[in-house]
């Protein structure tokens, strides 16, 4: 576990948004503790970036509550990181983008210079460490992403479909580095349309539908059983659109 | 030789010989314009960056007068300025007008609105494709704010570009507060009006030339600056 005080366990109570008169996230109560990866799965539009923004703090909920138990007062945004679907990228090189987001933690120099040479060896970009970041392939993009995250050292680390643009063997890096991160105490919890990755990386998954949580189990379980009709059927490979 | 091109050969021997009064002409030129430009992006670039990331009452409005004032007539900003320095003006005791100063102020604010206008949607879509991403970080709108401008330095810097060529050319606004006084306000694009009166072109031929040069100079810098930025940006 990274940083002084663990700010989890993360608890979303009855927590509404809507916007334009609809309910996107439509009353999902739910609670993440410690040590687990959590993947959250379901159709297009069922509102699973949506749900990780929340969490992160980027979007404030219509109506519920979304308390970091742990924090007791503090920011918890500082514990945080999110890595999301489209990697973005400030117009400098690989370096400076991850040394930046450390000069925002007030980090000095010479700390952001060794976290940055440790999360660049470890994530494989060393190599490409002055290179600018906007010219990197997609899949060196998201692993500067992670590493920038990673430099962070987050108690916490959302990811919204991180993998959804690149070939498998990109997937796979991206994969192994957030096994490790987890290894090493990160939370993760992710979004994901790929059901194999879900599969290979969840320790529990959520199955949202519509802005509402319709299962929330142990992947083991979820994937042997699941125990709602709709999460079955999206386990099929069916078509949930009219439901 | 026609008396056209007798007087094109006139024109590039003033230029090739260095002509002390085409030097003049055109140091001044370059002073009042560059220092216009100057003052307007010190003062357009933070409004336009403002507009762009906050929100407060009257914003929606100052982007509306912004963009109109973009297509300001020269001559009306001139006469504006005229009329704030004239000697019954507000601002007429400090005897400023028909001065270089005078021409800065009046191309100062015929660019201020195409500085902060153009810097306004730079930043803005800048703040577009990072917003997300740099709150994520923990830095707001505040924190932002350097972070936009570095990252979009090579579009603001067209955006002066723009604005110089606009001060550079334009002879509306300088001819009314300046006068076209010989050796004290005369500029390229007031002595060409006034050389072409004359019936004399040698000299607006030549100053004509060097016109066109930095015109030609401030576009092959946007596309430098265009190179650059995709270069070392990936923009």
């Known amino acids: 576990m990274h940083g002084p005080q663990p700010i989890l366990p993360l608890e979303l109570r009855e927590v509404v948004l809507a916007l334009g008169g609809r309910r996107l996230i439509d009353g999902i109560s739910c609670r993440f503790a410690a040590g687990l990866k959590t993947v959250i799965i379901g159709p297009n539009g069922a509102g699973k970036s949506l749900f990780l923004r929340l969490c992160h703090g980027l979007i404030r909920p219509t109506a519920g509550e979304i308390v970091w138990h742990g924090a007791a007062g503090r920011d918890p945004a500082s514990a945080q990181a999110m890595v999301f679907q489209r990697p973005v990228m400030l117009r400098r090189s690989a370096v400076a983008n991850i040394e930046y987001a450390l000069s ?108 509402r949580i319709v299962e929330h189990a142990p992947a083991p379980a979820f994937f042997d059983g699941p125990a709602s009709p709709l999460a079955a059927a999206f386990l099929r490979g069916e078509l949930l659109w009219r439901e | 030789m026609s008396p056209l091109v007798e007087a094109l050969w006139q024109a590039a021997a003033l230029i090739l010989h260095a002509d002390s009064d085409l030097a003049e002409i ?94 306004r949607q730079v930043v803005e ?62 500029t390229m694009t007031t002595t060409i009006a006034l050389e072409v009166n004359k019936g004399q072109l040698a000299l607006a031929m030549a100053l004509g030339i060097i016109l066109i040069a930095l015109a030609v100079s401030v576009n092959g810098s946007v596309h430098a600056a265009k190179h650059v930025a995709q270069r070392w940006g990936g923009q």
Do not use: C
């Open chain 1, 104 to 211: 925002l933690q007030g980090l000095g120099r010479r700390l952001r210079r060794e976290r940055v040479a440790e999360v660049l060896a470890r994530t494989g970009l060393s190599e490409i460490a002055d290179r600018p970041a906007r010219v990197l392939s997609g899949g060196e993009q998201q692993k500067l992403a992670l590493a920038r995250a990673w430099a962070l050292r987050p108690q916490v680390l959302f990811l919204d479909e991180p993998t959804s643009s690149l070939d498998p063997g990109a997937s796979h890096a991206i994969e192994e580095i957030v096994r490790t991160l987890h290894a090493e105490g990160t939370r993760i919890i992710m979004t994901t349309h790929d059901l194999g990755q879900a599969r290979r990386l969840a320790d529990e998954v959520v199955f949202l539908h519509h802005g």
């Open chain 2, 26 to 119: 055109v140091g001044l030129s370059l002073a009042v314009s560059l220092g216009a430009t100057a003052l307007a992006a010190l003062v357009g670039m933070p409004i336009g960056a403002m507009a762009a990331l906050f929100r407060f009452p009257g914003r929606r409005a100052l982007v509306v007068l912004l963009d109109a004032l973009m297509g300001l007539p020269p001559v009306v900003a001139g006469l504006f300025v005229y009329l704030i320095l004239s000697r019954s003006g507000p601002l007429g005791f400090l005897g400023l007008l028909y001065s270089p100063l005078a021409m800065v102020i009046a191309q100062f604010i015929l660019i201020l609105p195409i500085v902060a206008a153009l810097s």
């Open chain 2, 125 to 186: 879509d800048h703040w577009r494709e990072y917003e997300e991403q740099l709150r994520s970080l923990g830095a707001g709108p505040g924190r932002a704010l350097p972070t936009l401008l570095w990252d979009g330095r090579f579009s603001l810097f067209t955006v002066v570009l723009a604005g110089f060529g606009r001060a550079i050319a334009e002879v509306g606004a300088v001819m009314i507060v300046g006068g076209n006084i010989a050796h004290v306000t005369r």
